[in-house]
């Protein structure tokens, strides 16, 4: 149980385009995800909290109008890297709370920006 | 500010040996405590959790965890290393009440080598 997908699991861009990463709670409903970026050899850094249904709230220093998300249902959650760039260029990892305010991660994203 | 502090970067065991993997959290409301692992590549999964109860907790693969809360630590052990167990583990705290907001804090992470 509580199994989290990604999708894609990788992406290459063109500098300008967008992209949109999928993040689905498989086996149990999410009213709370979260997007992480996580850099080489570092650990998670924590961008935003998506909340089903409102806006989703965005940590310190994450431009919330170039990390568009979406949690449109109680399983999905979307992430959407507008006009990236090579900077852009990370592993994205979302996660799902389930019961007893446990967090299941999906397999993460890796984008790289052209 | 709230942290978690894992002062281990890197850790080499060898297979068969024991393990334990430290992890400190500042003072403050009730913690949640967990442990993940990540593979190279890979998404981060759950090995254990603590919240109330028996302080020491068991998690998947044969790894446990004691809650101290006297020292503020949460470490991780494993009686005998495989191979397979060569990964990245991440401490994490969320705490509850105020100012915790129910996110998650994680530690730095510690690498694991396993000699064989």
């Known amino acids: 149980g509580a199994v989290v997908s990604q999708h894609p699991s990788w992406v290459i861009c063109k500098s300008g385009t967008s992209v949109k990463i999928e993040c689905r709670s498989l086996?149990?409903?999410?009213?709370?995800m979260f997007w992480y970026r996580q850099f080489p050899k570092q650990s998670l850094m924590l961008m935003a909290t998506?909340?089903?249904?409102?806006?989703?709230?965005?940590e310190q220093g994450v431009e919330k109008d170039k990390f568009l998300i979406n949690h449109a249902s109680l399983t999905l959650s979307t992430l959407t890297v507008t006009s990236a760039h090579p900077e852009d260029s990370s592993f994205y990892i979302c996660?799902?709370?389930?019961?007893?305010?446990?967090?299941?991660f999906g397999p993460g994203t890796r984008l790289l920006v052209l | 500010a709230q942290s978690v502090t894992q002062p281990d970067i890197h850790i080499t065991v060898s297979e068969g040996a024991s393990l334990e993997l430290r992890c400190n959290y500042s003072?403050?409301?009730?913690?949640?405590l967990f442990w993940y692992v990540q593979s190279p590549g890979q998404g981060l999964q759950l090995l254990l959790k603590?919240?109330?109860?028996?302080?020491l907790v068991q998690g998947i693969k044969g790894f446990e965890a004691e809650f101290k809360r006297s020292q503020s630590s949460f470490n991780l052990r494993k009686p005998s290393v495989h191979w397979s167990d060569a990964a990245e583990y991440f401490c994490?705290?969320?705490?509850?009440?105020?100012?915790?907001?129910?996110?998650?804090?994680f530690g730095t992470g510690t690498q694991l080598k396993v000699e064989l």
């Open positions: 003072y403050g409301a009730t913690p949640y």
């Open positions: 996660s799902a709370r389930g019961g007893e305010q446990t967090q299941y």
């Open positions: 994490a705290v969320a705490w509850l009440g105020a100012g915790g907001g129910n996110k998650l804090t």
């Open positions: 998506s909340n089903e249904g409102s806006k989703a709230t965005y």
């Open positions: 086996d149990f409903q999410a009213t709370t």
């Open positions: 603590y919240f109330s109860g028996d302080t």
